[in-house]
């Protein structure tokens, strides 16, 4: 699919706008899977057979319109039940842009669901129903998107045709969200009435929305800037494989996560300290001078070093701390609570380590955001920590570096994901 762009008046030239990632997250039953079956089947994004078989599913399910709720509904199990369970992707476009569309599922067991949808979102339309008001998934959801750093986030009121279109419904429920993100320190907020069932305000305007004179969804989607910071911070590249084919050649796969590298610069390889310089960076059989973030490449030094899997290799100019311990705030994935002073494997990247919960928790209070001390942690808590690492980890705060700052706890014993976590600071 060729890139959308758009004609600059002022220059007469193509803007490449990018892809955007967004994520829809709300509580049950708000309407989000709806919401984006809308898009799809508005946009024209539905291909011809997948069409046929919601029609069909529909019709089994007693409605007499398409469900375009189950556009969204992929698995087998969603739709007999009408819910969501896991985290369902589309892609479409608008002729102007293209999408990717993460649809989260909003009841509270699958929380950890939308964090993984989260982390790689650009923008989140976090859904209220308009009858229903501001709930605690709401607050949650909020947060969660407050803290992973998406920067734009969109309040979609949706179902206003269930209750006529009052504006004052609308203004009531804006002034509860804007109280709430004033409290949690979220960036400005914007505000979108609309009915997916109907599709008013969705890609067109409608004409039971008069009194609201912004941007329909797909216009606030389609100007959303993208600011992608990455290739503008320190270099950092996580090894991932070790390729030595024969005794002349010795490269470091891996995936570029932050900033720019260029034949000759000079490098820091973590957690050993040593030095050395990129002799040459391979895409393939191709030879390039420069890698940026985002691109998959293997770079050869100018040195034999004893570098591994896990270890991290960096701009010599700019490199990250070691930490032995972290401030971080964790979201609590497991339906096993938390352990005191549990251990537990985190994994950074290709790179882990054990680490010990350190302390007790600082427990966010969705209603009051107010922090109350725990020992352990269930499903779905957000809190502040410590941790103590068995072996020194290189890291960047998470608001400085989202790739840097992200790792997850895993029970050695069950090999299972318990926690997503995000550094605050290295101490």
């Known amino acids: 699919m060729a890139t959308p762009t758009l004609i600059d008046p002022r220059t007469n030239t193509h803007v490449d706008l990018g892809v955007l990632r967004f994520l829809t997250c709300g509580s049950v039953d708000d309407g989000k899977s709806t919401l984006i079956g809308r898009l799809l089947y508005d946009s024209k994004a539905i291909l011809a057979d997948a069409l046929q078989a919601i029609e069909r599913t529909s019709q089994r399910r007693g409605h007499a319109d398409v469900d375009l709720s189950l556009l969204t509904d992929g698995l087998q199990a969603e739709r007999e039940q009408g819910i969501t369970i896991d985290v369902a992707y589309r892609y479409f476009s608008t002729g102007t842009r293209n999408f990717i569309i993460a649809d989260a599922p909003g009841h509270e067991q699958y929380t950890r669901n939308m964090v993984t949808a989260a982390s790689t979102a650009d923008l989140a339309l976090i859904l209220v129903d308009a009858r229903k008001g501001v709930l605690t998934q709401t607050r949650r959801h909020l947060t969660l ?55 008013d305000m969705v890609v067109e305007r409608g004409d039971n929305l008069p009194w609201y004179e912004g941007p329909t969804l797909v216009e606030l989607l389609e100007t959303a800037a993208l600011e992608d910071r990455r290739q503008t911070l320190p270099f950092r590249f996580p090894v991932q494989w070790v390729i030595r084919p024969h005794q002349d050649f010795r490269g470091y796969a891996g995936r570029v996560a932050s900033g720019r590298v260029q034949v000759g610069d000079a490098l820091t390889v ?76 985190l994994r ?80």
């Open 145 to 199: 998107a407050h803290l992973v750093g998406i920067r734009h986030l969109v309040v979609v009121v949706n179902k206003m045709d269930l209750v006529g279109y009052d504006q004052a419904i609308f203004e009531r429920i804006r002034e509860d969200v804007l109280g709430f993100a004033r409290e949690l320190g979220a960036p400005d907020l914007r505000f979108l009435p609309l009915s997916a069932l109907a599709g």
């Open 270 to 345: 973590l957690p050993s300290g040593r030095g050395s310089r990129v002799k040459a960076i391979h895409l393939g059989d191709a030879k390039l001078a420069e890698a940026v973030a985002g691109q998959s490449v293997t770079l050869e030094l100018e040195d034999d070093i004893d570098i591994s899997r896990g270890d991290l290799l960096a701009e010599a100019a700019q490199p990250p701390l070691s930490a032995r311990a972290l401030e971080v705030d964790l979201c609590w994935l497991s339906e096993a609570p938390s352990r005191p002073a549990g251990r537990y494997l």
């Open 348 to 427: 950074h990247g290709s790179r882990e380590t054990r680490a010990l919960l350190d302390g007790s928790a600082q427990r966010l209070d969705l209603n009051s955001l107010s922090r109350e001390l725990e020992t352990r942690l269930a499903m779905n808590d957000i809190a502040r920590l410590r941790l103590k690492l068995q072996q020194p980890l290189p890291v960047d705060p998470y608001l400085e570096n989202r790739a840097m700052g992200a790792f997850i706890l895993v029970d050695e014993s069950t090999h299972a994901t318990v926690a997503a976590g995000f550094v605050r600071e290295t101490l």
